[in-house]
């Protein structure tokens, strides 16, 4: 079935650096998503993003986070400066619509700030 | 906001045996809603969503349940098999009538170990 990829699976930063998280949403799809999972914890919304922009974003969407997805590539996640804190498992997900459709997610990736 | 809070985290059931997940929310205005299968190294994978008009629905191997007058949801696993050992996440959103919103609350998960 269609995939969403996410790469790196695994990435260790120090605090205070820039990271940049990578997702492949599927080929056709309009709407995309990050999730953020604390381990042992239930995994939350982040933001959604849609026709180029930011539709709705939670209160975990920090200022030092953004979005992008420049030319249809890959749609991005950006902390900048990363706190230790936002050490987490952080999913990428995809749908054709905004609702009534099946969201794909990706494997995730693991972000590690030391 | 909504919350949906998920019990059991943890079950194990023996093969062949049945086992049931329940997740409550909170939000009354709640309309659609998911569950989630994620096994080791793999992203979510869904096993069925269910719309409010629907109460009952049947997969493979397991039952969902929708119960607006309690707000709840659940997932009955029946006659267990080792395949079924994964973590399983319910998830809820609201209906939006501006269409943009696919956004999700999921519950905490619950751990399923099938044993042999």
């Known amino acids: 079935g269609p995939k969403v990829l996410q790469i790196p699976s695994h990435q260790i930063i120090d605090m205070g650096q820039m990271v940049t998280l990578n997702c492949d949403p599927v080929s056709n799809h309009l709407y995309f998503y990050w999730y953020k999972q604390i381990l042992g914890q239930q995994m939350e919304f982040l933001v959604n993003f849609y026709n180029g922009k930011v539709m709705e974003k939670s209160k975990l969407f920090k200022d030092q986070f953004s979005v992008e997805r420049p030319d249809g590539s890959y749609f991005t996640l950006k902390i900048q400066p990363t706190a230790l804190e936002d050490s987490a498992v952080y999913f990428c997900a995809s749908s054709l619509w905004g609702q009534n459709t099946e969201v794909f997610f990706g494997k995730g990736t693991r972000l590690t700030v030391v | 906001g909504e919350q949906v809070e998920q019990r059991p985290p943890h079950l194990s059931v023996r093969e062949g045996d049945s086992a049931v997940i329940i997740c409550t929310y909170t939000?009354?205005?709640?309309?659609?809603f998911f569950w989630y299968k994620q096994e080791p190294g793999a992203g979510l994978q869904l096993l069925m969503k269910v719309f409010s008009s629907t109460e009952i629905n049947e997969g493979q191997g397991f039952t969902v349940l929708l119960n607006k007058k309690d707000k709840q949801l659940s997932l009955n696993l029946t006659a267990a098999h080792p395949g079924d050992s994964a973590v399983y996440f319910c998830a809820v959103t609201e209906m939006n009538t501006g269409g943009l919103s696919g956004k999700l609350t999921f519950g905490e998960g619950t751990q399923v170990t099938v044993i042999s």
């Open positions: 939000d009354p205005n709640s309309y659609y």
